[in-house]
């Protein structure tokens, strides 16, 4: 379905909404949720469709875009929508016709005139005709909103009216779509059939008329189901016919819609297409006007309306617009043009069958475009020009009284700079003579620096020299005891005392083994970077156990492991088996075996705060409280008594300190230790 307004603008219903075609643009405006538009009338300014259970009109917003507006919710009965397949303006109220009712807008309301047959509405001078389905139809008019039958004798058993066009002058002719085609008396509403060729073509089997248009005055194309268009005369004589063998893209081209120009536009399925009805010298009964239609400025467009429009603006746009024109009725391939800015184009362009123009960066003022436009294939057809104004902002700093401040500004410029260089230098020489004064400073405080840094120096010097002679001391006892004990065994022929310096051998391999892997540890920390990935706490704790399984007592000591087995840590896995490592085995090491309680050590892992916690707790013999604060001093050993090196936890701190770890403890004599662990959690 297809219109054309007064303008020479085509407008089609499409599945998507409402397509605008001005000779050169196409431009589709949605309608809500892409709803099909089944039929279109234009009535003044608006343009109403309807389609697919919805039913509302078209208008242009004061910018000049199709704005669409639904009627559905003013239906006073109910919300069901039939198919509506006409809309017919009479008197100032739309009609929408359906199927077997009519639905009356009268610019407030919906209301619905229904009747119990099928039926098509038509408008006859300026009266409405309907024409209803079957033997009991007939032709009736529409008075106060009712059915008054006018001649009962146009009924056929399957047809009705399909279309009324006027022949001529107070002579109507009626299309029916298997029956023929009718002349009709608009006075007394009597028919006759129309005895011609035409009638004819239509009374033939399988020739279903559809729709029927009258161009040119005295001409008629009709659609048919399958046999494509036909064109005859007012006399009835046919003139052509076309279908998809001489060139229709399909055979049922529903409604076929005649231009003001006569030519013809067949819409279909597969497409749109444009009949144009050829003569030497075409003779219009319009004037056609070149047109700007509309100007994008940035990305908003503004459509102009007529020549009288002032497109002003704002501060806010930009000053450059692309302008589109068109000579609505006639194709973009048969039109030239040419324009002209003035105020700002020196003349009239050459002519072109480019249909934008772009314009950039333009100065501030007023400036009028003008527009020409001819045919090309019959150059003294008039086309009437076109002209708007256009205002750009000039800019504040483009006004004289804006020159005359900016020179004053500038004076004032010169004279302040004068006086920040004079002020500038004065601080300058304050601040060399600050700057002398702080260096001066700097160079005793530096010496303060470099004295405490050599007390330092000196203090680490103290630490590295002890570290040097305990480390040797402690290297070196366990190969003394070794070898005294080699000299006393090799003078022993008792099988089983030998066995007993074995085991005493043993003893001094593993304390110059753990001292050594304490050295190694420390030396690890120290110089290895750090290397950061996702490893499982039970991986850990089961090198930890592989390492100790040979240790003595550990088979005494129930390891508890208070985590989920798939727990996992992301930090460096070797140093966080330095730490555990240490812990575990000072656990170990530092148990009381002679007490009645079964001995166990549990180490929990979690997330907290946003914090890996880890925690080591035993039931061993505890620290003693004097002790707790040295604990993690380099060779302090709270427990006296016992073997080991006095590294492992100051080795502990010095590798969480890598980790940017932190740990401390809980501690009670014959209750046990808990070391508590917070590392950070990394993503």
Same mark, same amino acid.
């Given at each position: 379905?297809?219109?054309?307004?007064?303008?020479?603008?085509?407008?089609?219903?499409?599945?998507?909404?409402?397509?605008?075609?001005?000779?050169?643009?196409?431009?589709?405006?949605?309608?809500?949720?892409?709803?099909?538009?089944?039929?279109?009338?234009?009535?003044?300014?608006?343009?109403?469709?309807?389609?697919?259970?919805?039913?509302?009109?078209?208008?242009?917003?004061?910018?000049?875009?199709?704005?669409?507006?639904?009627?559905?919710?003013?239906?006073?009965?109910?919300?069901?929508?039939?198919?509506?397949?006409?809309?017919?303006?009479?008197?100032?109220?739309?009609?929408?016709?359906?199927?077997?009712?009519?639905?009356?807008?009268?610019?407030?309301?919906?209301?619905?005139?229904?009747?119990?047959?099928?039926?098509?509405?038509?408008?006859?001078?300026?009266?409405?005709?309907?024409?209803?389905?079957?033997?009991?139809?007939?032709? #009736?008019?529409?008075?106060?909103?009712?059915?008054?039958?006018?001649?009962?004798?146009?009924?056929?058993?399957?047809?009705? #009216?399909?279309?009324?066009?006027?022949?001529?002058?107070?002579?109507?002719?009626?299309?029916?779509?298997?029956?023929?085609?009718?002349?009709?008396?608009?006075?007394?509403?009597?028919?006759?059939?129309?005895?011609?060729?035409?009638?004819?073509?239509?009374?033939?089997?399988?020739?279903?008329?559809?729709?029927?248009?009258?161009?040119?005055?005295?001409?008629?194309?009709?659609?048919?189901?399958?046999?494509?268009?036909?064109?005859?005369?007012?006399?009835?004589?046919?003139?052509?016919?076309?279908?998809?063998?001489?060139?229709?893209?399909?055979?049922?081209?529903?409604?076929?819609?005649?231009?003001?120009?006569?030519?013809?536009?067949?819409?279909?399925?597969?497409?749109?297409?444009?009949?144009?009805?050829?003569?030497?010298?075409?003779?219009?009964?319009?004037?056609?006007?070149?047109?700007?239609?509309?100007?994008?400025?940035?990305?908003?467009?503004?459509?102009?309306?007529?020549?009288?429009?002032?497109?002003?603006?704002?501060?806010?746009?930009?000053?450059?617009?692309?302008?589109?024109?068109?000579?609505?009725?006639?194709?973009?391939?048969?039109?030239?043009?040419?324009?002209?800015?003035?105020?700002?184009?020196?003349?009239?362009?050459?002519?072109?069958?480019?249909?934008?123009?772009?314009?950039?960066?333009?100065?501030?003022?007023?400036?009028?475009?003008?527009?020409?436009?001819?045919?090309?294939?019959?150059?003294?057809?008039?086309?009437?020009?076109?002209?708007?104004?256009?205002?750009?902002?000039?800019?504040?700093?483009?006004?004289?009284?804006?020159?005359?401040?900016?020179?004053?500004?500038?004076?004032?410029?010169?004279?302040?700079?004068?006086?920040?260089?004079?002020?500038?230098?004065?601080?300058?020489?304050?601040?060399?003579?600050?700057?002398?004064?702080?260096?001066?400073?700097?160079?005793?405080?530096?010496?303060?620096?470099?004295?405490?840094?050599?007390?330092?120096?000196?203090?680490?010097?103290?630490?590295?020299?002890?570290?040097?002679?305990?480390?040797?001391?402690?290297?070196? #006892?366990?190969?003394?005891?070794?070898?005294?004990?080699?000299?006393?065994?090799?003078?022993?022929?008792?099988?089983?005392?030998?066995?007993?310096?074995?085991?005493?051998?043993?003893?001094?391999?593993?304390?110059?083994?753990?001292?050594?892997?304490?050295?190694?540890?420390?030396?690890?920390?120290?110089?290895?970077?750090?290397?950061?990935?996702? %490893?499982?706490?039970?991986?850990?704790?089961?090198?930890?156990?592989?390492?100790?399984?040979?240790?003595?007592?550990?088979?005494?000591?129930?390891?508890?492991?208070?985590?989920?087995?798939?727990?996992?840590?992301?930090?460096?896995?070797?140093?966080?088996?330095?730490?555990?490592?240490?812990? %575990?085995?000072?656990?170990?090491?530092?148990?009381?075996?002679?007490?009645?309680?079964?001995?166990?050590?549990?180490?929990? #892992?979690?997330?907290?705060?946003?914090?890996?916690?880890?925690?080591?707790?035993?039931?061993?013999?505890?620290?003693?409280?004097?002790?707790?604060?040295?604990?993690?001093?380099?060779?302090?050993?709270?427990?006296?008594?016992?073997?080991?090196?006095?590294?492992?936890?100051?080795?502990?701190?010095?590798?969480?300190?890598?980790?940017?770890?932190?740990?401390?403890?809980?501690?009670?004599?014959?209750?046990?230790?808990?070391?508590?662990?917070?590392?950070?959690?990394?993503?």
């Amino acid at each position: 379905m297809s219109a054309e307004d007064e303008d020479g603008i085509m407008y089609f219903g499409n599945e998507n909404g409402l397509l605008e075609f001005d000779g050169t643009h196409w431009e589709l405006y949605k309608t809500p949720f892409f709803t099909p538009i089944t039929a279109l009338k234009i009535v003044w300014d608006k343009i109403y469709t309807s389609g697919n259970n919805e039913i509302g009109y078209f208008s242009r917003n004061r910018r000049g875009r199709m704005v669409y507006h639904s009627l559905k919710d003013k239906l006073t009965d109910d919300k069901e929508f039939p198919y509506i397949w006409k809309i017919i303006e009479n008197k100032g109220d739309v009609y929408f016709t359906a199927d077997s009712s009519v639905i009356k807008w009268d610019g407030e309301i919906l209301k619905r005139i229904r009747s119990n047959q099928y039926l098509t509405m038509f408008k006859v001078e300026d009266e409405l005709l309907v024409s209803l389905y079957g033997n009991n139809g007939g032709l #009736a008019k529409v008075e106060n909103d009712t059915f008054r039958i006018v001649n009962k004798d146009f009924s056929f058993g399957n047809d009705y #009216a399909w279309e009324i066009l006027k022949k001529e002058e107070n002579k109507w002719l009626i299309f029916t779509s298997e029956n023929g085609i009718f002349e009709l008396d608009p006075n007394s509403y009597q028919t006759k059939p129309w005895q011609n060729e035409a009638n004819q073509y239509f009374l033939q089997d399988s020739t279903y008329l559809y729709y029927v248009e009258k161009f040119r005055d005295s001409l008629f194309i009709s659609s048919t189901y399958q046999k494509g268009v036909v064109i005859f005369d007012k006399n009835g004589q046919i003139i052509k016919k076309l279908d998809k063998q001489s060139g229709l893209l399909s055979n049922y081209s529903p409604y076929p819609t005649a231009d003001r120009r006569g030519n013809v536009w067949l819409t279909s399925g597969f497409g749109l297409q444009y009949l144009q009805y050829f003569t030497e010298n075409e003779q219009l009964n319009f004037e056609p006007l070149a047109k700007v239609r509309y100007i994008k400025i940035g990305d908003s467009s503004v459509y102009i309306r007529d020549s009288s429009h002032t497109i002003s603006l704002s501060k806010k746009k930009s000053n450059s617009l692309d302008l589109y024109f068109s000579v609505p009725s006639f194709l973009m391939e048969e039109i030239q043009f040419s324009y002209y800015l003035e105020g700002f184009d020196a003349g009239w362009s050459e002519w072109t069958t480019n249909t934008r123009k772009e314009y950039t960066n333009l100065p501030g003022g007023k400036y009028t475009f003008h527009l020409r436009a001819r045919y090309i294939k019959q150059s003294d057809l008039k086309i009437a020009p076109f002209k708007f104004k256009l205002e750009i902002p000039i800019p504040w700093y483009q006004y004289p009284v804006s020159y005359a401040v900016f020179i004053i500004l500038f004076g004032l410029f010169i004279f302040g700079f004068v006086r920040f260089r004079t002020h500038r230098l004065s601080v300058t020489n304050k601040k060399l003579e600050n700057i002398v004064k702080e260096r001066t400073s700097e160079l005793r405080s530096q010496k303060e620096q470099l004295k405490q840094a050599n007390e330092e120096l000196k203090t680490i010097n103290n630490e590295l020299d002890n570290f040097v002679y305990r480390s040797s001391h402690d290297l070196v #006892a366990p190969l003394k005891s070794l070898r005294g004990l080699i000299s006393v065994a090799g003078m022993s022929n008792d099988p089983y005392e030998i066995k007993d310096y074995f085991k005493l051998m043993n003893v001094s391999i593993t304390k110059l083994e753990e001292f050594i892997k304490s050295i190694m540890d420390f030396s690890t920390n120290t110089k290895k970077p750090l290397v950061m990935q996702r %490893v499982k706490m039970d991986t850990i704790i089961d090198s930890i156990i592989e390492d100790l399984k040979y240790y003595e007592n550990a088979d005494k000591v129930e390891l508890i492991r208070a985590y989920n087995s798939d727990f996992e840590i992301k930090t460096d896995p070797k140093r966080l088996n330095i730490v555990l490592s240490n812990l %575990v085995t000072n656990a170990l090491k530092y148990h009381d075996f002679e007490r009645g309680d079964k001995p166990f050590i549990k180490v929990c #892992a979690k997330i907290e705060n946003d914090s890996y916690v880890i925690e080591v707790e035993d039931n061993g013999s505890g620290i003693p409280k004097e002790h707790q604060d040295k604990v993690f001093d380099m060779f302090f050993r709270a427990h006296q008594g016992t073997d080991g090196s006095g590294l492992g936890l100051y080795i502990v701190v010095d590798t969480l300190n890598v980790l940017n770890g932190k740990i401390d403890f809980t501690s009670k004599t014959r209750v046990g230790t808990t070391f508590r662990i917070v590392l950070p959690l990394i993503d």
